[in-house]
């Protein structure tokens, strides 16, 4: 049975982002993959727990493609949606409660693919670990800052397991492409970088509602409650809640920011190796005790060193609803900005990459095709999901894009972003290595930590 709460901390080498013939200076340093012995038919066995929901199939199905891939096990809080993916895996064993997998079932599975809801996440990734399973995780990572310490120590306690984050959108080449112009200087130091994504509307949508809470109800016959709660403390089921706006809640999700900081902020830390966020700053107009915040606008602020940018202090602006930077004060030709984006303004240039598709370059106010930057390394489309099987089954050219190492810190400047909302206006100041705000003792008692349900606190290494 899963163990005790862990507030150990610790950090992730760092390494090769991409592959070696990529880039000159590698990035992020990967785990020598524990080759796996030949499981049921002589492939990669996986188990996946939660099968349902938006991304769930389409992992699966990606990963299915892979030659060397089985599903040996499926798991999910809803009985419906377990039934109908087992009519496709009849030889995967099934279960309702990730423990029983890892409890009954753990020589039957290489590797796990974790796409619950994000207050699970961390549980059942680090549960994974410990158990020494490679583990594909969903983003966000984690769903509490304290989340972000915790794994880091069972990464750094299991260094020869293949992590990845699902962040696809790094497989096609033109963020790679964006990051690799950043890391490599080619638009000489960094200044500042604006950050945002659109919506969702102010009453929300079936992905991210905002429309008032459903009075308790109780939970459909195919969904058990307590399972689908996992770590999170009892309440009431609510209509809609388990499904998918479960996103916008507090206690569920991590909001609009926090679920697409993988996407979004990615680039900055693997161009910067950005470390932890000093302070962050957010204003917002929207509060509420249940939901995130909406119309925020957040500054986070690093403190950095290294010739890769214009002074010790690197800002970074994570706003919603489209709030995007103003063209003109960036020296740019008139126009409108997609909904969606990173910007980053440095001495030499100004780089614009949406969350998909090739990166925009400006010099001297003036777009200029990026792949006639001197100095600039060939990117290669690659598939994401394929890539961290490769890893695991030992192939010498395989390479993972977003390992835990790396997305841990992501996530950590998109949940400061997000939870800071409820203190708007007031800049708090972050001790990771404390887990507090040195300021302001309310904000680290409400939107650090979280206390675990009895039986599904987070498992400890040692």
Request: proline share 7%.
């Amino acid at each position: 049975m899963i163990g005790t709460t862990t507030a150990a901390l610790g950090g992730a080498a760092l390494g090769s982002l991409f592959a070696s013939h990529a880039l000159a200076a590698p990035l992020f340093a990967l785990p020598t993959a524990r080759r796996v012995r030949g499981g049921k038919l002589g492939k990669l066995q996986i188990l996946q727990v939660g099968v349902g929901g938006t991304i769930a199939p389409a992992d699966r199905e990606e990963l299915s493609k892979h030659p060397d891939v089985i599903f040996s096990g499926l798991c999910d809080v809803d009985s419906n949606a377990l039934a109908s993916v087992a009519q496709k895996h009849p030889e995967a064993f099934t279960c309702r409660d990730f423990r029983e997998a890892f409890d009954k079932h753990a020589d039957q599975f290489d590797a796990v693919v974790v796409c619950t809801p994000d207050h699970n996440h961390a549980l059942v990734d680090m549960t994974a670990l410990r158990a020494n399973k490679h583990v594909y995780g969903q983003k966000p990572l984690v769903q509490q800052l304290s989340e972000v310490s915790a794994i880091e120590a069972a990464i750094e306690a299991r260094p020869d397991l293949v992590t990845q984050t699902g962040n696809q959108r790094m497989g096609p080449s033109g963020r790679q492409y964006a990051a690799e112009i950043l890391r490599a200087g080619l638009l000489g130091k960094a200044i500042e970088a604006h950050v945002w994504i659109d919506g969702p509307p102010d009453n929300g949508s079936e992905y991210f509602y905002y429309g008032g809470l459903k009075d308790p109800s109780p939970p459909p016959a195919n969904l058990d409650w307590p399972l689908w709660l996992g770590a999170a403390l009892d309440a009431p089921y609510r209509e809609g809640l388990g499904a998918v706006r479960w996103r916008s809640s507090f206690d569920y999700g991590t909001g609009q920011l926090g679920d697409w900081c993988t996407h979004l902020l990615d680039i900055l830390y693997f161009a910067y190796d950005l470390p932890s966020p000093t302070s962050v700053l957010a204003d917002t107009h929207f509060a509420s005790d249940f939901y995130h915040a909406l119309h925020v606008r957040s500054t986070l602020a690093y403190a950095v060193s290294g010739p890769k940018f214009k002074s010790n202090r690197f800002p970074v602006y994570y706003a919603d609803k489209g709030q995007a930077p103003s063209r003109a004060a960036l020296g740019l030709p008139p126009g409108q900005f997609p909904t969606i984006g990173t910007l980053v303004v440095c001495e030499g240039g100004v780089l614009y990459a949406q969350a998909s598709g090739d990166p925009e370059v400006w010099i001297d106010g003036k777009a200029v095709d990026f792949k006639t930057l001197p100095g600039l390394q060939t990117m290669h489309d690659r598939n994401h999901w394929h890539s961290w099987v490769d890893r695991i089954l030992g192939k010498p050219a395989a390479f993972v894009q977003t390992p835990f190492s790396v997305s841990a810190r992501i996530d950590e400047a998109g949940l400061l972003a997000a939870k800071a909302a409820r203190f708007p206006g007031k800049e708090l100041l972050w001790d990771k290595a404390a887990l507090a705000f040195t300021n302001h003792e309310e904000a680290t008692k409400t939107i650090v930590r979280r206390e675990y349900r009895k039986g599904f606190e987070l498992p400890v290494f040692g």
